[in-house]
């Protein structure tokens, strides 16, 4: 049988006691996979031509290069998300670098979870065209198994997005 990361809560149901001696050599393998990391992420290096991205409106940042290696989550480059396998509380973590088409465009990235924006956002102005510029997010947010988790771009003009490097990475911490 597979090793699988198991939810918090129901690990503490597992080992609330064990009178009845009823946790098995599998549980205790799951409980191992979930204590040592469930984490992924994908990276992009260069994407190539810009990503066209519109005035005002959240366009998911596409081009990931490769997935990292990852336990209990989904990294998915060539859809540009990450899907949790495990119920849990898991930290994001972001960091960007790119260019505009455009000078004096404000844009503002943000996590979204299943296409709802999340309270991870980040703002940055980008004051010269082709100018790479460099930036970052990171928070905690509860998620579902099955969950799909991506990163998008808001800027205030259309522009081509030129993504240089980024790091894309989720850890359940709880």
Request: glycine share 8%.
């Amino acid at each position: 049988m597979a090793d699988t990361a198991r939810s918090v809560s129901d690990l503490q149901a597992l080992f609330a006691d064990n009178i009845t001696g009823n946790i098995s050599p599998q549980d205790l393998r799951d409980f191992l996979v979930t204590s040592l990391g469930v984490s992924g992420g994908m990276y992009m290096n260069y994407n190539g031509a810009g990503q066209a991205m519109n005035t005002n409106t959240y366009t998911v940042v596409d081009n990931w290069t490769a997935n990292f290696p990852s336990a209990s989550i989904s990294p998915d480059a060539a859809n540009s998300q990450i899907v949790v396998d495990v119920n849990g509380t898991y930290s994001i973590s972001v960091t960007m670098s790119g260019a505009s088409s455009v000078q004096n465009v404000n844009t503002e990235t943000s996590i979204f979870v299943d296409g709802v924006e999340t309270v991870i956002t980040q703002e940055r102005k980008i004051g010269t065209a082709n100018d790479i510029g460099a930036w970052g997010l990171l928070g905690t947010v509860s998620l579902n198994a099955g969950q799909a988790v991506d990163v998008r771009i808001r800027p205030d003009k259309n522009i081509s997005f030129l993504g240089s490097h980024a790091q894309f990475n989720m850890k359940m911490v709880r």
